[in-house]
Structure formats: C-alpha cells, structure tokens
C-alpha cells in the first residue's frame, strides 16, 4: 500500500490543522492506522491510532483532548485534526499502516509509512 500524507503548514500557537493520509489499494479497511512525528534531532513518536473499523481510538498522552484521529473507509483516507497547537508540536507527521495484531503505539508495528508533512507552530 502507498500512502499520502497531506495538510501540514505553518500555523500560530492555539490555531488548528487538519492532516490527511491517502491509501491507495482496496485494502485500506483491512489496515489499522496510526499517526507519528518527528521533531528536528528528537526521535519518531507515537501520536494517535485507530482500528481498522474506527472502533477504538488511542492517543499519547501529550495530545490527549486536543487532536483526534478519524477515517473514511470509503475514502480510502485517514485524518489528524490538530486543534490548540503548541510550538512543541512542531515536527514532521508520518501516517503509518499496520496489517497485523501489534500495539499500534509502536513504529515497529507498522508496515507501510508515508513520506510526511512538516508542522510549523509559531509562539
């Protein structure tokens, strides 16, 4: 599966954004998914992920009430919407794809990983 991380930019302290995450193929229903990010010299971190039929949702603690993940089966797609941004969520946002039973909090349990959007939160 290929994925297609979009909807990153810059954005001030308090405003919003919404990421999306295209799959391509038939399968996407059959794929948990989850969100990562990188921050410049820090390592990729778990962010939030969802079961493939939405049912469950999860999130790390520090994003825990402000940003919520989401899915469109019929699209194909994956959202991020990130409200009341922080400069310390600045960082590069991956969308991943897990066909197996992992944790989906762990990179290693993912797949497939698309190439990123950059967040921009200025204070």
């Known amino acids: 599966v290929q994925l297609q991380a979009s909807g990153g930019g810059l954005v001030q302290a308090g405003g919003s954004l919404r990421l999306s995450c295209a799959a391509s193929?038939?399968?996407?229903?059959?794929?948990?998914m989850g969100w990562f990010r990188q921050a410049p010299g820090k390592e990729r971190t778990f962010i939030a992920a969802?079961?493939?039929?939405?049912?469950?949702?999860y999130y790390a603690d520090s994003v825990k009430g402000r940003f919520t993940i989401s899915r469109d089966n019929a699209k194909n797609t994956v959202y991020l919407q990130m409200n009341s941004l922080k400069p310390e969520d600045t960082a590069v946002y991956y969308c991943?794809?897990?066909?197996?039973?992992?944790?989906?909090?762990?990179?290693?349990?993912?797949?497939?990983w698309g190439q990123g959007t950059l967040v921009t939160v200025s204070s």
């Open positions: 991943a794809a897990e066909t197996g039973w992992g944790t989906l909090t762990r990179s290693t349990d993912y797949d497939y």
């Open positions: 193929g038939r399968t996407f229903s059959s794929y948990h």
């Open positions: 969802i079961t493939r039929s939405g049912g469950s949702t």
